[in-house]
């Protein structure tokens, strides 16, 4: 199949010709140009992650006002850099995913998993409901939901110190 | 001023449940937001996010009062800080992220963000609904007589919001602590004594077997320690006088303990069987006689699988502690006692030298018993997970097959595989050496009370050989109960766990219960009038909104909207499966609240999408609804159902078995019986759900006509997503986000140009359409 014939049907944007700014209440504008060069202007723009966990810089998609599809970005390369901040800036804000650099104390109280961390954003407790929410991931990679939608990330834990992998070991 | 330390929050404080919305900031925040107000100027709230605006967690405080908002951000130092006031504040929104979220306030020239995790949502929904509510004084001008004001909530209502979301989300509604999703039972919580003390009544009938028991075990327990004081005299008095009369005496002493021991034993076995049944008998019943008296909610809250649990389970627990539990406490301290006290009134030293090491062995044993199961547990997930690997690959063969990835699950499989051998391998290393570390330690123990008494014995001689025999022997009989006792602990929580579940279960009372004036409904006419209903399935989301439609006896509804519009629950209303929240349904004029529930049951027939058949024939299930019909009505309403002719097709009739769910049937063959079901009960309100969605044209069109023969002369409701089926519906209702958009006949409704239905018509034209010309090709 020729996807890349398929530009037009997925709405993939040229990064040189695709703009950001903020309107006067914060809300994301978006500039893009079409395939026949009319710059065509989206107020109250939502860009969301298609592959949040595995490719966070890629294939960025843009949604409208009425949650309609606007057009994807496949990589913040080549767009300006007031564009690829306030991009960056937003994602930021719109996926949290503190990451877990030390487990204080772990533990399995009837199968809920009371954790007790020291994150890049600073120390948290959370409990996690059952092991479902927690994902292993190729790489020693841990990305885990918490009872209430929280997401939290552990890169790798084979780089956690002797204590963490301790406490993490129960769940292994 | 803040209110932090106003009369109300230290009583509330006092309870331990913190004000709602009202929360007491550390001393320099609350200075900070304090010079905001004016005099006599009181917050209405007080509360803290957790999120920075740079997205590390702390403290965004924010007040409300009738005037102002000011939002302060307790971060790198300096604090930041944002006044509105209210008459300026353009906007209050909530913006919903991944892993978080942000409230947003927009005033003249200035736009803050709050920034709070998901942990806080709810919280800040409340607080977003009381700013908005609080400014809504100043908007007046702006959209005049839009609607009724928004209110401020009392603190009362957000309490209640709090309480039932903390349910709702799985949390200990007393502390706050999340729930195991396996249980629902706070661990901390749990008031054990007071839980156990409930069973008692269960016992009490059988008061006289449980004491008989009692007694029993207490000979039993007598009687297993009196061979080894035997041995001391055989070895301490028989022996030395060489007296052979007493030689036969002990001898048959011995046996005779030994026999009655076994008899009484098998015994007291039986007596605990038979009471075991007894009472878990009486408690399974009690249990699953409520269970129908529960309202729908209660089944939609909790699983069928969590229910089945507290059933068998649970009860089965309680049983077994009940009949058992009990005397193996009692049992286990009883011989523990009269051991003690037969060996230190042998020798009250070597008593101590003996027993002295008892405690440390038991608690290693439990220790190392747990840290052992810990990895019995891993092994166990991996083989779960090897389990599900099969379970999730076999059906899915002619997919593995067709893309031919059959190598690569084989790898996954030998991977996960590998794994569980590992862990199965490092639980063996762990057992193989702890055991007879363990086996050793007491071999130790033995041989230094062996080499001890031994020298009591040849040396000092003050110890007999006997008593050194007799108190290996009770050494020997003390572990086991000391073991039982060791691991009571855990035995009561797990008990007193399902004690709690099925309380719970018994404590819960019925949402639809008959109001006590409420009165049978002879026969409906079958006007239903809806006034101003409101409902939500829980508290945060109302799905129907001041909901007002009357129809009048006869009349066949079409209800239409996208799914999630409402339709469904607004049936579920007329049913009373539900109550409504606000307003009223009226069945000929009077309140359904008011009505007998059994007799407006009875008079409502409804045929489901996906028909619920049971297990059992044909016949039973046609006759579900009225098990006295005679084989004649029976068939009659299947004629009228369209379903006697392929009944008769199958070999054995009415009388063939239907499997769970009615496996063995197509759909429209099972829709069939399902509308025969309701013709046999001449419901005078019918609902037909989606009745003809999930068969074929031709099926649909000989049900169809079944259902036509049903409606007649009767309120009915229709739900359907294919419009075309409902042409011959008197009027169609059509919902949209959970109000009623439009009310009409089929050609009124088409005749409005921008109309909902005239949409969903077109929509659903235009893909007839496409279809048609696919065909065509």
Known sequence: MDIDGSVDVLKILNPATTRLWRDRVGNLCLEVRLADGEPVQYEKVRPMRAFPLSAPEEFITFFGEKNDYLGMLESLDGVDERTEELLRAELEVRYLLPQIVRIDRLRLNGGVISWRVETDRGPRTFDVRDRDEIRFMPGHRIVIKDVDGNRFEIPDYWELDDWSYSQLEQLL | ?777
Request: with cysteine.
């Open chain 2, 1 to 777: 001023m803040i209110r932090s330390d106003s009369p109300v929050a230290e009583a509330d404080s006092a309870n331990g449940i913190p004000e709602p919305l009202m929360e007491s900031p550390p001393g320099p925040v609350g200075k900070l937001l304090r010079e905001f107000l004016q005099p006599g100027e009181e917050p209405e709230i007080v509360v803290a996010s957790d999120l920075l605006p740079d997205g590390r967690y702390g403290e965004t405080w924010l007040l409300a009062t009738k005037q102002r908002v000011v939002v302060v951000d307790s971060g790198n130092g300096t604090p930041k800080l944002h006044h509105f006031a209210l008459a300026d504040l353009e906007q209050v929104e909530k913006l919903d992220f991944v892993g978080s979220s942000a409230l947003r306030l927009v005033g003249a020239g200035e736009t803050c963000h709050v920034r709070f995790s998901l942990s806080q949502a709810e919280k800040f929904a409340d607080v977003r609904e009381m700013v908005d509510a609080l400014r809504s004084p100043y908007q007046r001008d702006e959209k005049e007589g839009d609607g009724p004001t928004a209110q401020v909530l009392t603190r009362e209502e957000l309490r209640k919001r709090h309480e039932a979301r903390a349910r709702e989300k799985g949390r200990c509604p007393k502390c706050g602590r999340t729930l195991p999703r396996w249980n629902n039972v706070c661990p901390v919580c749990l008031q054990k004594t007071q839980l156990l003390l409930r069973l008692v009544p269960y016992v009490l009938p059988y008061w006289f077997f449980v004491a008989l028991n009692i007694c029993l075990m207490a000979c039993t327990t007598a009687m297993e320690l009196a061979p080894p004081y035997l041995t001391k005299t055989l070895l301490d008095e028989v022996f030395p006088q060489r007296d052979l009369r007493m030689l036969a005496v002990v001898l048959i002493a011995l046996f005779v303990v030994n026999v009655l021991n076994s008899v009484l034993s098998a015994v007291r076995q039986y007596l605990n069987v038979w009471l075991q049944q007894r009472i878990v008998v009486g408690l399974r019943m009690q249990l699953y006689e409520y269970l129908h008296r529960l309202s729908l909610s209660f089944y939609d809250r909790q699983g069928a699988g969590h229910i089945m649990q507290r059933i068998m389970h649970d009860t089965a627990n309680l049983q077994n502690f009940m009949a058992t539990g009990l005397q193996e406490i009692l049992g286990a301290v009883m011989t523990i006692c009269i051991i003690c006290v037969v060996m230190f009134r042998m020798d009250w030293k070597l008593a101590l030298i003996t027993l002295g090491p008892v405690p440390f062995i038991v608690w290693g044993n439990r220790w190392f018993s747990r840290k052992v199961h810990r990895i019995y547990r891993r092994a166990w997930r991996q083989s779960a997970r090897l389990n599900s690997i099969l379970t999730d690959i076999l059906p899915g063969m002619r997919v593995v097959k067709a893309f031919g990835q059959e190598e690569r699950e084989v790898d996954r499989f030998v991977g996960s595989n590998r794994d569980l051998l590992h862990t199965h391998l490092r639980a063996a290393r762990l057992g193989r050496t702890f055991y007879p570390f363990l086996g050793f330690l007491s071999t130790v123990g033995t041989l230094s009370i062996w080499a001890y008494g031994g020298y009591l014995v040849i040396v000092k001689q003050t110890l007999t050989p006997g008593v050194l025999v007799a108190f290996l022997q009770y050494l020997m009989r003390f572990y086991q109960p000391m073991y039982r006792l060791s691991m009571m602990n855990d035995r009561i929580q797990h008990v007193a766990t399902s004690a709690e579940r099925v309380f719970e279960l018994m404590d819960t009372r019925p949402d639809v219960e008959d109001a006590p004036d409420a009165e049978p409904i002879p026969t409906i006419e079958g006007n239903v009038r809806f006034e101003n209903v409101s409902f939500g399935y829980d508290t945060s989301k109302k799905v129907l909104e001041n909901v007002s439609f009357e129809v009048s006896a006869g009349e066949m509804i079409g209800l239409v909207g996208h799914s999630g519009a409402g339709k469904s629950t607004l049936i579920n209303l007329i049913c009373r499966f539900y109550d409504v929240g606000d307003g009223r349904i009226l069945i000929d004029g009077r309140d359904i609240r008011k009505i007998k529930l059994k007799s407006l049951r009875d008079q409502i027939g409804v045929v489901l999408q996906e028909p619920y058949l049971f297990r059992g024939t044909i016949l039973d299930n046609i006759a579900y609804g009225r098990p006295k019909a005679t084989r004649r009505e029976v068939v009659a309403a299947a004629m009228a159902a369209n379903a006697h002719e392929f009944i008769c097709q199958l070999p054995d009739g009415y009388d063939t078995m239907i499997g769970e769910r009615g496996a063995g049937l197509s759909g429209g063959e099972r829709q069939r019986i399902s509308i025969a079901r309701a013709i046999l009960r001449n419901p005078r309100i019918l609902i037909l759900d989606e009745a003809t969605a999930s068969v074929d044209t031709e099926t649909e069109a000989k049900i169809r006509e079944a259902i036509e023969r049903l409606v007649k002369g009767r309120t009915t409701f229709a739900i359907a997503h294919r419009l075309s089926t409902l042409r011959n519906a008197s009027r169609l209702l059509v919902m949209e986000k959970g109000r009623v958009a439009e009310i009409g006949t089929h050609e009124e409704l088409l005749e409005k140009e921008d109309g909902v239905f005239r949409k969903l018509w077109d929509m659903q034209a235009d893909l007839q359409k496409q279809r048609a010309e696919i065909m065509a090709v």
